[in-house]
């Protein structure tokens, strides 16, 4: 199992946002935006930041998917 971040993307979409907005608006790096990208780990203090300035909850973000996914 890993995590997925595609809700992360959809939700950008539907708020007109693009990665460089969400980069920007969160104060994150462009590599913590490419690790997401790739569904790598990225630490719970990121993850909060997203949600903050997003106003959503951890599960609207992301999802646990299974590896034949």
Do not use: P
Not at 45 to 60: F, P
């Amino acid at each position: 199992m890993r995590f997925s971040y595609n809700r992360l993307w959809k939700l950008l979409i539907d708020k007109g946002w693009t990665k460089s907005e969400l980069r920007q608006k969160a104060g994150i790096s462009s590599s913590t935006i490419a690790k997401l990208g790739k569904g790598e780990n990225v630490t719970t203090d990121i993850l909060l930041k997203i949600c903050t300035v997003l106003d959503c909850e951890i599960g609207d973000i992301m999802e646990i998917a299974h590896n034949n996914d």
